[in-house]
């Protein structure tokens, strides 16, 4: 996902690229018939309440896409980096959808969500 630089800096180009991800993420909710809400508050573990066509709700926090800049003692430049719900996510049920401009999928990946979207394919 690219992101023009702004010539101001009134916000960091890390907060543009999280909330055009929520945005898209919001749009491919909606696509599959879902009602999505969004969080009002700029931090917290939930970025979006999403109710399915048959009134399940799941709660999802939205996470870029991002790609490995060094490399590590287990990951080559490139790899996608991994990320997983915190504590707190967990405990509340809070999904994890990982958005890029082209793709996104759901963890974990045995969560309710990835559960209703297997039973009803786009």
Do not use: C
């Not at 700029?42 to 309440?49: H, K």
């Not at 967990?90 to 963890?107: E, G, Q, R």
């Amino acid at each position: 996902m690219t992101v023009k630089k702004s010539s101001t800096n009134l916000i960091h180009d890390k907060h543009v690229k999280g909330i055009v991800s929520e945005l898209r993420a919001a749009q491919i909710l909606l696509e599959l018939g879902f009602l999505v809400f969004q969080n009002v508050a700029p931090n917290g573990v939930i970025d979006l309440i999403a109710i399915s066509p048959e009134n399940e709700t799941f709660k999802i926090d939205v996470k870029t896409r991002s790609r490995r800049k060094t490399k590590s003692k287990k990951r080559q430049v490139g790899h996608e980096i991994y990320r997983s719900p915190t504590k707190i996510q967990k405990a509340m049920d809070v999904v994890l959808m990982i958005v890029d401009s082209n793709s996104w999928k759901v963890h974990p990946t045995r969560s309710k969500l990835t559960r209703w979207l297997k039973r009803n394919p786009q």
